[in-house]
């Protein structure tokens, strides 16, 4: 797909990733369709010819109405917060509302679809580092609350791959790990409490791998435009990196941190095979510096935008978009969620 002259419809797009996915497109000539629940916050996406469409994941009519007349969509609504959600509200955002977005854009008339899942949806056990062939989880028999977001997620791509067969969608996920950027309320906020005292603890030996908002927006991109990327899923994560690694990447970007952080053992490995979005998307992760430089940046000027540049994995601060939403919900895939 020649993305300088589609029209693509994004899920989520006034939440922490889809400000950036926007972006992405934007940068590579789409035209961009903001399919969410509520136009009137992001007034500032208009202002970039984003064209706004009310619609909420549970209403499959009204995200129809959003879908008609584009080329493809981005499903990037969902739902993950720190604060507690029940469980039955995580199975029917993530599980139904991905069923709806699939069955509105079939009947809609739009085939191409990319999912925003999340490296989460390993079944555990898998070898390390796991490749996007390792199973996915299953249905739990408890929903725990710790559980049920995995699950959730899990459940909705194995619904979403179900539908596209049946539907004769082509579909690609994309299974990000942690997502850290400007104004996240999610990884980026648990990262900044535990530095908020003068005096402060944080996790070492905690490999986390986190990957670039900026990054995943263009992985999303890379897979609208291969017809290769059909029928595949693709993890991305950065490479080698702990959360302490972050800590040192963040201080040097001129984040705030503690004047005395004492470091906490967390020997935690989750390790993501990331050849494939390498070799068949040309897809790579911006050095772990430049992407806390871009997401300090953006925060101190108050703007959430990054503009990046197109086949580039560098981030570079754009001006235009403003008052990004901040709510705990995103969307996800990703690790950050929000509801549309």
Known sequence: MDLANATIAVTGATGFLGRYVVEVLLARGTRVVAVVRNPGKAPELADQGVELRRADLAEPEALAAGFR???????????????????????DTNIQGTRNVLEAAA???????????SSVVYAPGATKPIPEEAPLRTRPRFMWPWKVYAASKALSEQEAW??????GIRLSTVRPTGIYGAFDQNLMRSHKAFL????????????????????????IARCLERDASIGRAYNLAGEGTTAWDMLRAWRAAGGRTSRIVIPIPVPVRMTYRIERAKQELGWDN?????????????????????????????????????????SEDRNDSHNQESET
């Open 196 to 219: 908020s005292l003068p005096v402060g603890v944080y996790p070492v030996f905690f490999h986390i791998n986190p990957v670039y908002a900026g990054d995943v927006g263009d992985a």
């Open 162 to 167: 179900r539908l596209a067969e049946q539907l």
């Open 69 to 91: 007349g584009c080329d493809g969509v981005v499903s990037n609504a969902g739902l993950f917060a720190l604060s507690y959600h029940s469980p039955a509200k995580y199975l």
């Open 107 to 117: 009947k809609a008339g739009v085939e191409r679809v990319v999912q925003v899942s």
């Open 286 to 326: 911006c050095p772990l510096l430049d992407g806390m430089r871009a997401a300090v940046a953006a925060e101190a000027a108050g703007s959430s935008a990054r503009r990046i540049e197109s086949g580039s994995a560098t981030p570079r601060l754009a001006s235009g978009l403003e008052g990004a939403d901040r």
